[in-house]
């Protein structure tokens, strides 16, 4: 079945370091998500990518999404702590149905 | 903004027992899910449901599982005999179209013992 990869699981970063979560499909998507969980939260959406080679920013946020629509990353820079949390993405089929990756889980310590 | 509630927040229950997992979508969307999370895990698809039937199912949603939308408003999620391994966090969401972002619940934490 469809698979969507996020890598690292975790990261550790120290406040004002930069953070870079990467997503990868085995098959094409027709857009992706990002969605981010603070600890003990629900999954918040975040941004969402439909052209390739998109690219997207909010703020500190950087959102790209690749040429071939298989794989997006998320660039966070100089971090805060209040990025604190998990980054998912979330890969969008023609059916519809969100796969989600299995996030990275971000610690800043002040 | 509005939001997608699901009650209750808590669910203790034996194995082998039955729970219903309710939430309230969004009142103009009109596609649900629920998804569950174990606990430092990924967010796992189970269901979706649009025009008052199941559009996709994951390999998890199985006999155990069914979900209803009975009045309108309320989508429920019933799992007819709990197993340990149930337990998780279940999230229910909502939006109003294929292509739009997914506004999620707060959750409702299922412990099985």
């Known amino acids: 079945g469809q698979q969507v990869m996020q890598i690292p699981q975790y990261q550790h970063v120290q406040e004002g370091e930069d953070f870079t979560t990467y997503c990868n499909s085995s098959?094409?998507?027709?857009?992706i998500q990002w969605y981010k969980q603070r600890p003990g939260g629900h999954p918040v959406f975040l941004i969402q990518l439909v052209k390739s080679g998109e690219v997207k920013k909010q703020k500190r946020l950087t959102f790209q999404f690749g040429e071939a629509k298989k794989n997006s990353s998320l660039h966070i820079t100089a971090t805060q702590t209040t990025d604190v949390g998990t980054y998912f993405c979330a890969g969008r089929r023609n059916t519809g149905k969100l796969i989600f990756g299995q996030g990275t889980t971000l610690q800043v310590k002040p | 903004e509005p939001e997608v509630t699901q009650t209750p927040s808590h669910q203790v229950t034996q194995m082998g027992q039955e729970v219903i997992l309710r939430c309230v979508p969004i009142?103009?969307?009109?596609?649900f899910y629920w998804y569950r999370q174990i606990l430092g895990q990924k967010v796992e698809f189970l269901v979706s449901f649009y025009n008052n039937e199941i559009s996709e199912k994951s390999e998890i949603f199985d006999d155990q599982f069914s979900v209803e939308r009975p009045d309108g408003s309320n989508f429920t999620l019933k799992i007819r005999s709990t197993k340990l391994e149930d337990s998780a966090m279940y999230f229910c969401?909502?939006?109003?179209?294929?292509?739009?972002?997914?506004?999620f619940g707060s959750g409702t934490q299922l412990s099985v013992l």
């Open positions: 969401a909502s939006r109003t179209g294929l292509r739009e972002k997914l506004f």
């Open positions: 098959t094409t998507l027709s857009n």
């Open positions: 009142s103009n969307h009109l596609y």
